[in-house]
């Protein structure tokens, strides 16, 4: 399969069409994270709700991605490339037109089936291109610029929902999606492995079964309780179907997650890093927008900007990086990245309630820093190291298993986030509630609001005590945000020593 030079121009097409594609799947999912507050309001979500948003995509992303990276490699990369991004504008478009809750959940779905197509292809179409000796610095530009996008979404988020324009987070990918396609079209030359197996429908359906189970179960603990049958069918289906679907991976002549490639320590380490690292800053990226919005008093641009020192860490330092990592080895990095990455999540869940956004130096930013920090020691060496642990020939299915790996840690993430959010929300706030003169009524028309975390309001009949109630609702939900936080660190600080057990200095890469 002929490949070219990164500095040529076939090359230069490559590279722009792969970034801008996946930025607009990774823009979605940063910049969807600052416009939520907007979004609770005007479509009357409530706390559940916003975690079935982010999930509908997600669940698709977990379960299709590894299809979407075989499906490259088996009917060319550009194809199914070019039909990802095609699915994922027709997604974009309807998610921007939804009246309801439901739509856009709908909505997500779709979008979630173009972007497995989409994003996998991205990285694979880049390995399979680009000759071998630039590869690593191609995967470094691309791993760096997608990252930009990604946490330039919040800003790009931000400024849209204070401008009551929050749906064009969705109509901004028509677009970019239309340039992109004509760019690989008459730009991009096709690519593709000579691969007569079959698909893994039977595992792809199982999975994302498992997975919907078990967030439909995770989030209705807070709501129903724990001892209720739809919880306990819903968690116990959800392991079936994940059991299920790893006896489905090792019996298939076809798998979609070939476990084969888990007996390489170095693949089988990085992915695990993955899902625990990825798993951490989810959340605590994702409880951090809402904290700034809906508790500390900040605009919604205002909480996209927030993330500036990390878009500019990433940018100035992530090729620098990627270099000393080629030479030195990635060990180092993956180690110290997510135990700065931690920390800087410890000093966040420290942070309680401000004056607002011009406390931001002596109050968040530290942590941001450091976040910014530590996922910039991480980013290119983490995506080089799994690129480079398996043969070319399985460079769809690699990228293809990395980002399964994840948006599973992301819907995880969320299930069980989403549920032990409401159920710290719900513990502080009743006891809180234990320190005043409420009664006992009035109690239960104040816990009632508990489901929809930072945005609940206080009840119109109460309003002669709307301080009281209002400052109930904050604390409770800063007291919720802290635990997340320092759960979100014990998860980085688990990645860290994920590396020091499973990847060693020479790890000989998955052979041909």
């Avoid at 490259?72 to 009246?99: E, N, P, Q, Y």
Wanted: glycine share 10%; net charge positive.
């Amino acid at each position: 399969m002929k490949t070219v030079a990164l500095n040529s121009a076939a090359g230069r097409w490559v590279m722009i069409a792969t970034i801008v594609a996946s930025a607009m799947g990774y823009i979605d999912m940063t910049g969807l994270n600052v416009v939520l507050p907007a979004l609770q309001k005007g479509l009357n979500a409530t706390g559940p709700d916003l975690f079935w948003i982010l999930n509908g995509y997600l669940l698709m992303m977990a379960s299709l991605i590894l299809i979407g990276g075989a499906l490259g490699d088996k009917l060319g990369r550009k194809k199914v490339f070019m039909v990802g991004i095609t699915v994922f504008i027709a997604g974009s478009a309807l998610c921007g037109f939804a009246g309801s809750i439901t739509a856009l959940v709908l909505f997500r779905i779709i979008q979630g089936i173009g972007g497995a197509m989409m994003i996998p292809g991205s990285l694979s179409l880049i390995s399979s291109s680009i000759d071998e000796k630039q590869r690593g610095k191609a995967i470094g530009i691309w791993s760096a610029s997608s990252t930009i996008f990604t946490m330039g979404g919040p800003m790009l988020g931000g400024a849209l929902a204070d401008a009551g324009l929050w749906r064009y987070i969705f109509f901004i990918n028509v677009p970019l999606g239309i340039a992109t396609l004509i760019i690989l079209h008459f730009k991009v030359n096709e690519n593709r492995e000579d691969d007569r197996k079959g698909l893994d429908l039977w595992g792809a359906g199982t999975l994302a079964s498992g997975l919907t189970l078990l967030t439909f179960g995770f989030l209705r603990i807070p709501i129903a309780g724990f001892h209720q049958l739809t919880v306990y069918l819903s968690l116990a289906g959800g392991i079936i179907f994940l059991i299920l679907y790893l006896v489905i991976e090792k019996r298939s002549s076809h798998p979609m997650m070939p476990l084969s490639l888990f007996s390489n320590p170095l693949f089988s380490g990085t992915n695990t890093l993955t899902f625990f690292l990825y798993a951490g800053l989810s959340a605590s990226t994702l409880f951090l927008s809402l904290n700034l919005v809906q508790v500390q008093g900040y605009s919604q641009f205002q909480s996209g900007l927030t993330f500036l020192p990390f878009t500019i860490l990433m940018a100035a330092a992530s090729g620098f990086v990627g270099g000393l990592s080629d030479k030195y080895g990635s060990r180092f990095f993956l180690i110290a990245g997510p135990l700065i990455t931690g920390i800087g999540q410890l000093l966040l869940s420290l942070v309680t309630k401000t004056d607002g956004a011009h406390q931001y130096f002596v109050t968040f930013f530290p942590g941001i820093l450091l976040l910014g920090l530590g996922m910039t020691l991480t980013v290119t060496p983490l995506t080089s190291t799994v690129m480079g642990s398996v043969s070319k020939h399985f460079s769809g299915i690699a990228s293809g298993v990395n980002n399964a790996m994840t948006s599973i840690s992301r819907v995880v993430a969320n299930a069980v986030f989403g549920a032990l959010a409401i159920v710290f929300f719900s513990a502080a706030l009743q006891h809180g509630m234990d320190n005043t003169t409420l009664n006992p009524t009035k109690k239960n028309i104040v816990f009632a609001q508990a489901s929809n975390l930072g945005n609940a309001a206080v009840p119109p009949e109460l309003a002669a005590q709307q301080s009281t109630i209002k400052q109930l609702y904050q604390e409770s939900f800063i007291t919720a945000y802290a635990k997340i936080q320092r759960i979100s660190a014990g998860l980085s600080f688990f990645a860290a020593l994920m590396t020091i057990v499973f990847i060693r200095k020479k790890v000989p890469a998955t052979p041909s």
